[in-house]
């Protein structure tokens, strides 16, 4: 099915609603399996919390790439722009990301969210152990998930991004100053930006450390 584009939308209403429709499904879809991963995520976080006695998540927050960017990033990328060409080349039309308070916290909950038998990890870029140049750190799975509809189980792809509080106040701030326009020195601004992504790093790094001492001397 293509996506058009359509211009002149009022003079072909039945056009539109005949595409919304499979688009419609294919995003409710989407959302069913963002509801399966969060709720997993909320499973372990409170077997985590019993255990330990304490949350390992900050935050879990969960969207769905809107229209326009799902059009844009198949343009970009020069696929077709079709219902199927979403679903066999985007992975990350439903995202979510969990935000924890310690960086090892990330790697044990990835751990017990992909050893779950229900889930196939497709891909997983670890840009915490091999951070990005500009010093974007974070862990990125690629999920396959089924979900149970009234007469279908289909398999849906839902990306998790995993990241420290501190790599999720760095990145967000990066995130709105790649947006300014007319910078005097970028490479001077990159420089910075890298050097706070490594800063944060080492912090976060220490806080872990303070965590274990406090543990370790617990009764
Ligand atoms: P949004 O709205 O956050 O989803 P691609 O997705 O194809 O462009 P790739 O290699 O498939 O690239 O994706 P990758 O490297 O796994 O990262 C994609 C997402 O990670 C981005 O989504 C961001 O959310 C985040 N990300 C990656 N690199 C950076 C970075 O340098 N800075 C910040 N702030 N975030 C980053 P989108 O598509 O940008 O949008």
Known sequence: MEIEETKGTLENPERILEQMEPFMQLMMKYRCALMEVETK???????????????????IKSRIKTPTSIIEKLK???????????????????GIRVICSFQD?????A??????????????????KNPKQNGYRSLHLILDIPIFLAKEKKHMKVEVQFRTIAMDFWASLEHKL?????????????????????????TDKKMQSIRDTIEKNMI
């Open 76 to 94: 970009r990328k020069g696929y077709e722009l079709t219902i199927e060409s979403i679903e066999q080349n985007l992975f990350d039309i439903a």
């Open 178 to 202: 790649k947006y300014k326009k007319n910078i005097d020195n970028p490479e001077s601004v990159m420089l910075e930006l890298k050097e706070c992504a490594d800063v944060i790093s080492a």
């Open 111 to 128: 751990k017990m969210l992909t050893s779950q038998d229900d889930i196939i990890l497709l891909q997983e870029k670890d840009y915490i």
């Open 105 to 109: 916290d990330i790697y044990s909950i």
């Open 41 to 59: 995520l909320n499973v372990l976080n409170e077997e985590f919390a019993m255990q330990h006695n304490r949350n390992p998540f900050e935050a």
